[in-house]
Each structure stands twice: as structure tokens, then as C-alpha cells.
């Protein structure tokens, strides 16, 4: 997104929200670090000016995550008879259905919609009569990187708070700053959350060294499964109902196994294949440098960024390995297929 274009945007978003009076702020399903960081510092933001809104998740907090200050603000629940007179924000995803069973009918009732993320793609903006602003940008680290040049458009004082939620946000999105998505404009408003308050050691103890014992044990089974194809680029770890139940985990515990398979030295792009439910297959994707997982996800009718992106499709977890070590095989070397 052209800078000028990007500033401008912003301008209009910051009128969206000075004129708005209640507001239902919501992120995509199974919401990560990003996703939350950037509802909770909105939500830090509207309330100290005085704005009524909603921070709606349809899923459970994620343990991992719930040290982050305001986690009490998130709810699940949306008024019966809502009116249509609310503007709806959605974060972290571009598309409707992302925030699960409500994200439709919300964004169909809402008065106006404002749309930040950072993934590949285009919002559904186009063609709405209503006031729609879409600001997507894949050059940002984070969402919540978005929100915080929001937030100065606003010229709101940034909160000890909010500072904590959007590091928050950042550190996790950028794998401990870790990630191609990792660049010198990271560190520097990085240093600038840190001088607001954030303090990175507590966040990265949280986000990284505090895991529940259910979470070491179901890692411990999926790494029995570690398999490698195409002479070691590829990599696949899968999870199965059966492991779950063993160990007592949640889906929302898996979210960096996927890293694991990823760091073997031959891997290029790797996969974690899920089956929470029987017949409900969860796949993650990750690559290191020249594959774009985002595109081969979209063959699933999923989405993402260059270097990590996923899907959730219904069938049977052996067929849809299948199929994914069969696409991935089109993008890797074929001198190395096995």
C-alpha cells in the first residue's frame, strides 16, 4: 500500500471513529496474539474517550494470553435485538465469516465497517453503499501495528495498557522477532511501547515460558509424527481427536507446533495437519524463504501471508495430507521430489 494512500485512509478511519457512538470490535476465530492485542488496545482506547462498544470473541480466551491487561472487557455474547446503528470493526482478517457463526450477520446489520489487517488480500468493501473502509497493509508486522498508527491519527495519549497489548501483538505475530515479517520499523515502535510501558521480559515470559503441562504433552505426540518428504523440504506433523482427549488439550494450544516442523535444517515449508473433531480438518502452513504458503492455502479456500497462512476444510485428515504433500510438490524443486 502507497504511503500517501495508506495516510489517507487513516484520516478517514479516525473520522469513522470520532463520529461513531458504539462500536462491536471483533477479530477473526481461534484469535491469536495479534487478533487480541489489537481488540484489547482498541478497546483500552475507546473506553478512555468515553465510547460504548463491544469486544466480541466467540471462542474461549487462550491461557497463553490471558495475562493481557483488559482480557475482563472480552465477551461472547451480543444483544438479542441489536440495532443496526453500530459500527463494526473488524481486525486481523478481511473477510466476514472470520470471526465465526456471528461475523456475518454482523457485518450485514452494521451502519459502517472499518477493516485493519495485515494479511494477503482484498476486504469486501467494494461495491457497499454504506461507509466501508478497508485498510489492508502486508508490509506491517501486525494488525495491532496498524492500530497504533490509528491510534496516533486519533491523537490518543497510548496507555500503559495499551502499549502491553500491542507489544503483546507484535512480539508474538513476529515470532519473538523471528519472522521475515520482522524490520527496522518493528524495533522502533518495538522501543517506542517499551518507553510507554510495556515491559518486554514479563510479556515474552507469558507469551513463550509459560505453557500448561497439556500442551508439552500433546507437542511431545505430535513430534512422534514429524515426517519429511521431497528429499527434507517438506515437512508434516498431524494431530488427531484421539491425541486431545489424551492429553486434555485445546486447538488454541497448537498455534506454534507448526514451528517445529518448520525448523528442521532441510525444511522449506511445513505443515501441521489437525483433526480436532472428526471430519474437521485444521491445516497450518509455514515456509521458510520461497514458497507462498498464502497461495497454496487459497487452493483450500484459506488465506494467509507469504510465509504462513492456513485453511479449515471438512474430510478425512488422510486425504487432505495427501492432497497438501501433492500441492506442495508443485512448488518445491522438482529435482529433489523423493
Known amino acids: 500500500m502507497k504511503k500517501v494512500e495508506f495516510k489517507n485512509q487513516l484520516k478517514a478511519a479516525s473520522e469513522l471513529i470520532k463520529n461513531g457512538d458504539f462500536f462491536i470490535v471483533t477479530a477473526h476465530e481461534r484469535p491469536d496474539g495479534d487478533a487480541l492485542g489489537s481488540m484489547l488496545a482498541l478497546g483500552h482506547g475507546l473506553k478512555e474517550v468515553g465510547k460504548e462498544f463491544i469486544l ?8 497463553g494470553l490471558s495475562f493481557m491487561p483488559g482480557t475482563s472487557m472480552l465477551t461472547s455474547n451480543i444483544p438479542e435485538k441489536l440495532t443496526n446503528d453500530f459500527v463494526l470493526v473488524l481486525l486481523d ?21 472499518l477493516i485493519l ?3 494477503l488480500g482484498e476486504g469486501p468493501c467494494d461495491g457497499e453503499e454504506r461507509t466501508c473502509i478497508s485498510i489492508i497493509d502486508p508490509s506491517k508486522c501486525a494488525t495491532a501495528q496498524i492500530c497504533f498508527e490509528l491510534f496516533k491519527e486519533l491523537s490518543w495519549p497510548i496507555s500503559k495498557e495499551m502499549a502491553s497489548c500491542i507489544y503483546t501483538a507484535v512480539l508474538t505475530d513476529t515470532g519473538g522477532f523471528r519472522y521475515s515479517n520482522t524490520k527496522e520499523d518493528t524495533f522502533e515502535l518495538a522501543k517506542e511501547l517499551v518507553r510507554l510501558g510495556a ?18 504433552k500433546l507437542l511431545g505426540l505430535a513430534l512422534e509424527t514429524l515426517e519429511v518428504h521431497f528429499n527434507g523440504l517438506l515437512s508434516i506433523m498431524t494431530l488427531t481427536p ?19 516442523a518448520r525448523a528442521v535444517d532441510t ?14 480438518v485444521s491445516v497450518s502452513l509455514r515456509s ?3 514458497v507462498n504458503v498464502a497461495e497454496m492455502a487459497s487452493h483450500f479456500g484459506g488465506g494467509g501471508h507469504f510465509n504462513a497462512a492456513g485453511f479449515k476444510v471438512e474430510g478425512n485428515p488422510k486425504e487432505i495430507k495427501r492432497q497438501v504433500i501433492a500441492l506442495a510438490g508443485t512448488y518445491l524443486n522438482k529435482d529433489s521430489y523423493e
Open 56 to 63: 466480541y470473541s466467540g471462542d474461549e480466551l487462550p491461557k
Open 117 to 119: 489487517d495485515h494479511h
Open 288 to 290: 521458510k524463504r520461497f
Open 267 to 280: 525444511v522449506e515449508v511445513a505443515a501441521l495437519i489437525k483433526e480436532t473433531k472428526p471430519g474437521l
Open 199 to 216: 515491559n518486554p521480559y514479563e510479556i515474552a515470559l507469558s507469551c513463550f515460558e509459560t505453557k500448561p503441562l497439556s500442551k508439552l
Open 242 to 260: 484421539q491425541m486431545f482427549e489424551l492429553c486434555g488439550s485445546k486447538e488454541s494450544e497448537t498455534d506454534d507446533f507448526v514451528s517445529y
Open 93 to 113: 482478517c478481511h473477510e466476514p465469516e472470520r470471526p465465526g457463526d456471528m461475523g456475518q450477520e454482523l457485518f450485514k446489520k452494521a451502519a459502517s465497517v
